[in-house]
Nanobody, 127 residues
C-alpha cells in the first residue's frame, strides 16, 4: 500500500496550492479518503474527508469555504485545492484512507483509526 502526497511548497498569504495523493496497493475506489495536517508544535488535525463516490464531503471549520477535497477514482488520486491560504495553514499535509464509524462521524478519537497513511507534503504560507 502506498499513498504518495505531492504539490506542497511555499506560497504567499492569499495564494493557492493544489495537493495530490496518488494511491496504489489497495482498492482506492472502495475507501473514504482524508486529508490530515500537522502544524509545527501542534497535534494532528483533520482537514477534510470524501466518501467513495465523491459526496458527501466534510471539512474542518478552519478550512471550510477555502479548501475543496475531490477524488478521481479512475486515476486513484485524491486532491486538495487550497485557496485563500493563511499563515496558520502552514503544516505537513497527509492523505489517509479509512471509513469506520469513528472516522466517518468525525470523532475526536478517529485519528488513530485510519487504515493507511501517506508520507506527507510540506505547505508553508509566508510572505
Amino acid at each position: 500500500v502506498q499513498l504518495q502526497a505531492s504539490g506542497g511548497g511555499l506560497v504567499q498569504p492569499g495564494g493557492s496550492l493544489r495537493l495530490s495523493c496518488a494511491a496504489s496497493g489497495f482498492t482506492f475506489s472502495g475507501y473514504w479518503m482524508h486529508w490530515v495536517r500537522q502544524a509545527p508544535g501542534k497535534e494532528l488535525e483533520r482537514v477534510g474527508m470524501i466518501n467513495t463516490s465523491g459526496y458527501p464531503k466534510t471539512y474542518s471549520e478552519s478550512v471550510r469555504g477555502r479548501f475543496t477535497i475531490s477524488r478521481d477514482n479512475a486515476k486513484n488520486t485524491l486532491y486538495l485545492q487550497m485557496n485563500s491560504l493563511k499563515s496558520e495553514d502552514t503544516a505537513v499535509y497527509y492523505c489517509a484512507a479509512g471509513q469506520n464509524r469513528k472516522i466517518t462521524s468525525w470523532s475526536p478519537q478517529s485519528l488513530s483509526e485510519f487504515d493507511y497513511w501517506g508520507q506527507g507534503t510540506q505547505v508553508t504560507v509566508s510572505s
